[in-house]
């Protein structure tokens, strides 16, 4: 059943967009001059029909809600314990991976903002093949450089978490080095990570996010969208989902180096579509996930991702949803192979 809620509810709003659009199309068939009679009426009775299939869904969605309900309150032996994570150093240390394309200037200052704050052991900058000075300026500004060959967001992901495991460090931080994140939220991050496995950003705190970054009408009400879709296919009956995600497209995330080693060689989507593959993949291992607001302000420069237009939107956010319908664990060997894992997928080019 887990694999149909998303298809379903595809096809619910698809059946919604359908009959709302029958009856102008019915109103437009009357003023042509010909005789359109028998089709309006077929057009009227398929209206009349997806409005009474709709309604009884409506029924048996509050009559199962109910049913939840009612359940939830009836008396137990005993109480379910809390699956908390074993417990992680007081002062845990902590890599940062930044992800860097062609953003020398931003990039260089985010190292410096995250190697000045405490418990920050290491800031590791995955050059995507930059063709400008990315890697040289984030070295003099102290980070250690590394080059991801594969071309694609989810490649330099991989590649980040990678080497942040291999850093041994208690706790592994992934952003970007575009200058949209702010270091000085990292403390919110470590915060929760004592009570998590994984803790994820949320981009779409209104507040929070400056009204000219990347998050505009179109972004934000997407990636809440597809975030439900998300949750549909990892119900959960009485939280609506695993950790209330509402933004499934936030890089900024801490995990930790136990959680991450237990999932990193299911990785396997290296194009822009990678962040919720991330998290389906730590829904998938029963890790214990966390979202957080967090702040966001314009990028330093163009953007190679989702957000440099439009239609690249719609691409990734068509990528997603299909990588949400598809979504399968993939079976393991035996014996894992030694870290870095490569990725299968081939990504888009940021």
């Not at 939830?72 to 394309?101: D, K, M, Q």
């Not at 779409?204 to 296919?233: E, I, K, P, Y």
């Not at 009485?238 to 499934?248: F, I, Q, Y």
């Not at 993939?330 to 990725?343: F, G, I, M, Y």
Request: with cysteine; aromatic share 6%; hydrophobic share 50%.
């Amino acid at each position: 059943m887990k694999r149909y809620r998303v298809p379903l509810a595809l096809i619910v709003i698809l059946l919604a967009i359908l009959g709302a659009f029958l009856h102008p199309l019915a109103l437009v068939l009357a003023l042509v001059p010909i005789d359109t009679a028998p089709v309006i009426a077929f057009l009227e009775r398929t209206r009349e029909a997806i409005a009474d299939l709709l309604g009884w869904g409506i029924v048996a969605l509050v009559l199962v809600m109910l049913a939840y309900v009612l359940a939830g309150r009836r008396p137990r032996s005993a109480r379910g314990a809390i699956a908390t994570p074993a417990p992680i150093p007081s002062e845990p240390s902590v890599v940062v991976a930044l992800t860097a394309y062609d953003d020398a200037g931003a990039t260089a200052q985010a190292v410096r903002d995250f190697r000045r704050l405490p418990g920050v052991a290491r800031v590791i900058v995955v050059d995507n093949n930059s063709t400008d000075d990315t890697a040289a300026l984030a070295r003099q500004s102290g980070a250690e450089v590394v080059h991801e060959s594969q071309q694609g967001y989810g490649h330099a992901c991989i590649r980040g978490l990678a080497e942040g495991v291999k850093s041994g460090a208690d706790v592994v931080v992934l952003t970007e080095g575009d200058g949209t994140f702010f270091a000085d939220d990292l403390p919110k991050f470590l915060a929760y990570i004592r009570d998590a496995d994984l803790v994820v950003g949320n981009r779409v705190v209104r507040g929070l996010v400056a009204t000219d970054s990347q998050m505009d009408h179109f972004f934000t009400w997407g990636n809440m969208a597809v975030a439900m879709l998300l949750r549909l296919r990892f119900w959960d009956g009485r939280h609506l989902g695993p950790a209330g995600l509402s933004d499934v497209g936030c890089t900024y995330r801490a995990i930790r180096r136990q959680a991450l080693e237990k999932i990193l060689p299911d990785l396997r989507v290296g194009g822009n579509s990678f962040s919720p593959h991330m998290l389906m993949v730590a829904m998938a291992r029963d890790l214990v996930v966390v979202e957080i607001p967090v702040r966001l302000r314009p990028r330093v420069g163009r953007s190679k991702g989702a957000s440099q237009s439009l239609v690249k939107g719609l691409q990734v956010g068509v990528a997603m949803i299909w990588d949400i319908l598809t979504f399968n664990l993939p079976q393991r060997p035996e014996r894992n192979e030694e870290l870095p894992h490569v990725p299968e997928k081939a990504g888009a080019a940021r």
